[in-house]
């Protein structure tokens, strides 16, 4: 490389690290609620040697669709949107709140600063505003043990399980709330930032939450009228089987010589794979047969006793016990 392209290279990174040009920081996209308001966060930069002339006299302006001036921090007319600029221009800060957003505001937005010499429109970044009626919808997630998983997943009985809500914050005032409705009801946490809202119902899973549909609504309380968005998870729980119970018919006790059914039936998840039946007489146990049916077509006094069933899953067994009673003539 000779002395005049080492020069050249020399003077391109001598200026990119140590002078600056006229740029501008803008979020391409902003969603804002009608009803609501709206923030353009921004932040500029100008040439060094305008830096003596950004002064406190410096105003901000914008302008929608490049042609319509529809905002100066200054000079405030009617025709002009309602807003303020949040930002210290003098610190390079541009950041711009409009308030009573409707349709209207729906355009692209370029920045303009203006302080004694310095005159300049940012025309290369621009600043996208779209205004929709109702409020994005906040999102569910669900967390087993603290990680994540799909909701189609099932959930065992006895985990640690989070359910988060977070939802984006539209510029509002009062801030949107986050609230959960369910049966049973669960305490819940909540957290905020600047533009997230977070809530967080944290639980031991039981098999009374199974198939329960937990729902997050957050709320905007504009000055017509609150809207709403939500999102929704189903539990899924597996557990051992529960509220496990012998019927009989026609009844436990029964004359010699009749028919009797005894039916087991329990509530589990996974359902119950098999259910066994045992007889307990004189001290003993006797092992009988499987299936959630026990019937005798014709019963004598040798079938007097107690009869217990069990229910068995992959989680675990439960037993219920009925006493069956022969009658007979004398």
């Known amino acids: 490389m000779g002395t005049a392209e080492k020069s050249i290279l020399f003077c391109f990174l001598l200026r990119a690290v140590c002078c600056r040009d006229f740029n501008i920081s803008l979020p391409q996209k902003i969603e804002a609620l009608n009803g609501s308001c709206v923030i353009i966060k921004c932040r500029f930069e100008i040439q060094d040697q ?5 002064t406190e006299r410096a105003t901000g ?9 529809v905002f100066h921090s200054t000079d405030h007319k009617s025709n002009h949107f309602n807003g303020k600029i949040t930002g210290n221009l003098l610190e390079k800060n541009c950041t711009t709140v409009f308030y009573n957003v409707s349709s209207k505001h729906t355009g692209r937005y370029y920045f303009r600063i203006e302080s004694g010499g310095l005159k300049y429109v940012y025309t290369v970044n621009t600043s996208t505003i779209n205004v929709i009626d109702s409020p994005p919808k906040p999102t569910v997630q669900l967390y087993v043990e603290q990680k994540e998983v799909q909701d189609q997943e099932e959930v065992l009985e006895g985990s640690s399980v989070s359910l988060r809500c977070s939802a984006e914050t539209l510029c509002s005032s ?3 709330t986050l609230t959960w409705s369910s049966t049973p009801r669960i305490p819940l946490s909540e957290s905020s ?4 809202l977070i809530s967080d119902l944290n639980f031991t899973a039981t098999h009374r939450q199974h198939r329960v549909t937990f729902t997050c609504t957050i709320t905007y309380q504009l000055q017509d009228e609150n809207k709403t ?5 189903t539990l899924h729980v597996q557990y051992s089987p529960k509220n496990t119970s012998v019927s009989v018919l026609p009844s436990s006790s029964v004359l010699e010589g009749r028919s009797v059914t005894l039916t087991c039936s329990s509530d589990a998840n996974p359902a119950v794979l098999n259910y ?20 005798f077509d014709r019963i ?7 009869y217990h069933c069990t229910a068995q899953n992959q989680h675990g067994t439960q037993n219920s016990s009925v006493m069956l009673d022969i009658q007979y003539a004398p």
Do not use: C, V
């Open 50 to 54: 305008y830096d003596k002339d950004l």
């Open 61 to 69: 302006q914008w302008f929608k669709n490049g042609t319509d001036l």
């Open 174 to 176: 009062p801030p949107p």
């Open 193 to 196: 930032r600047l533009e997230e």
């Open 229 to 233: 968005a939500q999102d929704n998870i």
């Open 276 to 295: 066994t039946w045992s007889r307990e007489g004189e001290g003993q146990m006797e092992q009988l047969q499987t299936g959630h049916t026990l019937t």
């Open 300 to 306: 004598d006094l040798k079938h007097r006793g107690w």
